[in-house]
């Protein structure tokens, strides 16, 4: 069982940055690859990125090449996701993702069996 809670979202202008945290309490932490996603207002969900439950594996999706980076640290049982040179489109509510049973990460959805409650990232132009 994992519990998931997000932080460091907000209002910023473009062009900003934010570091995106999410604290996993739980063992399987530790050995779960992680993801994060997004949805925009009136969208669906989709991927951002995810990484191994090392961290020495990461993808990411095609829009989130280049600004986007995801981290993680075991020791301290979180995920980070840097985003740089933030854009009005960036604006969503980010969640963070488990799927311990996946190897070495997942780009879809459903196979992520715990997620948090989402945090609010706003970025005005």
């Known amino acids: 069982q994992l519990q998931l809670v997000e932080s460091g979202g907000g209002l910023v202008q473009a062009g900003a940055s934010l570091r995106l945290s999410c604290v996993a309490s739980?063992?399987?932490?530790?050995?779960?690859?992680m993801g994060w996603f997004r949805q925009a207002p009136g969208k669906e969900r989709e991927f951002v990125a995810a990484i191994s439950w090392s961290g020495g594996g990461t993808f990411y999706a095609d829009s989130s090449k280049g600004r986007f980076t995801i981290s993680r640290d075991n020791a301290k049982n979180t995920v980070y996701l840097q985003i740089d040179s933030l854009k009005p489109e960036d604006t969503a509510v980010y969640f963070c993702?488990?799927?311990?049973?996946?190897?070495?990460?997942?780009?879809?959805?459903?196979?992520?069996?715990?997620w948090g409650q989402g945090t609010q990232v706003t970025v005005s132009s």
């Open positions: 739980g063992r399987a932490f530790s050995s779960s690859s």
């Open positions: 993702a488990a799927a311990p049973k996946i190897r070495p990460y997942t780009i879809h959805d459903r196979e992520y069996d715990y």
